[in-house]
């Protein structure tokens, strides 16, 4: 549960980015209490753990320094003519955070990168785009593993 929620938060942080945030320490305690308030009444306030944070971090700086690779995979994976620039913000998101998952998190199994990018989806945003998501990742999947 710890990891999702750091999924989530790190999926939020990257959104923020994206519209012009600064992602910061305050940001990450926002939306900590936001998922705290979707927890069952006396389940107690959450906080980022050290591995939580961490994790959050390498997220955010590994998608930064990878962001075009991520992107490029993204795109080529894409079907018809979606480019980066027509996928909405959130899924995009998404997608790179499971991207960077896929391509440089060992320690995250691909099937784990994917049903939880699926998961914020079905969260997050549109039907549709759960859809779209889960055929960008399952590409970039059979490509990373030769195509099987």
């Known amino acids: 549960m710890a990891r999702t929620n750091a999924r989530k938060a790190a999926m939020q942080l990257l959104y923020e980015k994206m519209s012009g945030g600064d992602a910061g320490e305050e940001s990450l305690d926002l939306v900590y209490e936001q998922l705290s308030e979707e927890r069952p009444e ?4 959450l906080r980022p753990s050290e591995d939580e944070r961490t994790y959050i971090c390498d997220v955010l700086s590994g998608v930064e320094e990878h962001r075009q690779q991520l992107d490029e995979s993204i795109e080529a994976h894409s079907t018809g003519n979606w480019t ?5 913000h959130v899924d ?3 997608l790179r955070l499971a991207a960077y998952e896929l391509l440089h998190r060992s320690d995250v199994p691909d099937s784990v990168a994917i049903s939880e990018a699926l998961n914020l989806s079905n969260v997050y945003s549109e039907p549709k785009s759960t859809r779209y998501i889960n055929g960008v990742l399952g590409a970039m999947e059979r490509e990373k593993n030769g195509g099987k």
């Open 42 to 45: 006396g389940a107690g306030a």
């Open 84 to 88: 980066l620039q027509r996928v909405p």
């Open 92 to 94: 995009l998101s998404i």
